[in-house]
């Protein structure tokens, strides 16, 4: 979501500043960097936030916090980078991918359980997105596809015992390996999700051959 304007606290959002916000809000972002990425003030998007829009009094006992104070414990709260980073992934490049293809009526996106797959705001994200997501038991990295993967991509990259002198080298020969798989390799790891399903099944929970 990228987009900026100046203006104030007092200013009345359009609904299109407000869908950038709420954007933005899904995402994990707090209110300062919503209103460093607008150009505004903290107080302006926390207004809408909670529903003011910079014009409703409240109402109440009085609040104890400044807003600044609030602002800044909302953010340490809410702040998750690695799962902001997980969503700035998926949007650039999942729903990039999803957009390009024919409707998506049977389509099911899968991912492991890692934390930052797991986490409140990437689920968020997904199910903000209609992306159908597989069912996924818990300590089953056997099951996911990707690590066949990264075992044949080190195979490839030691091969002969191969040793690298610096980072940038060893960068290079991860990217030269990861670019020489087919897309077929990635076909059949894919397609070999019903089997790796039903071998779970199979063995009640078990670890797999995969």
């Given at each position: 979501f990228i987009f900026k304007n100046v203006m104030g606290s007092g200013k009345k959002l359009?609904?299109?500043?407000?869908?950038?916000?709420d954007g933005r809000r899904?995402?994990?972002?707090?209110?300062?960097?919503?209103?460093?990425?607008?150009?505004c003030s903290a107080t302006a998007v926390a207004n809408y936030v909670k529903g003011k829009t910079?014009?409703?009094?409240?109402?109440?006992r009085p609040k104890k916090l400044t807003?600044?104070?609030?602002?800044?414990?909302?953010?340490?709260?809410?702040?998750?980078t690695k799962s902001l980073s997980q969503i700035k992934v998926l949007d650039d490049h999942?729903?990039?991918?999803?957009?390009?293809?024919?409707?998506?009526?049977?389509?099911?996106?899968?991912h492991d359980n890692a934390p930052i797959h797991a986490s409140y705001w990437t689920n968020f994200f997904l199910s903000r997105n209609s992306i159908n997501v597989l069912d996924w038991p818990a300590c089953s990295p056997d099951l996911n596809p990707i690590e066949?993967?990264?075992?044949?991509?080190?195979?490839?990259?030691?091969?002969?015992?191969?040793?690298?002198?610096?980072?940038?080298?060893?960068?290079?020969?991860?990217?030269d390996a990861w670019n020489?798989?087919?897309?077929?390799?990635?076909?059949?790891?894919?397609?070999?999700?019903?089997?790796?399903?039903?071998?779970v099944i199979h063995r009640n929970g078990d670890a797999t051959d995969y």
């Open positions: 359009t609904e299109y500043e407000k869908g950038q916000i899904a995402n994990g972002d707090g209110y300062l960097k919503i209103a460093k990425a607008f150009g910079g014009q409703t009094k409240r109402t109440g807003m600044q104070q609030e602002v800044q414990i909302i953010n340490m709260t809410s702040n998750s999942l729903i990039t991918f999803i957009e390009a293809l024919p409707p998506r009526q049977n389509m099911t996106f899968q066949n993967i990264w075992g044949q991509l080190v195979r490839i990259i030691y091969a002969e015992n191969k040793q690298y002198k610096t980072v940038a080298e060893l960068k290079k020969a991860i990217l020489g798989l087919s897309l077929q390799t990635f076909q059949n790891h894919i397609e070999s999700m019903p089997n790796r399903i039903f071998h």
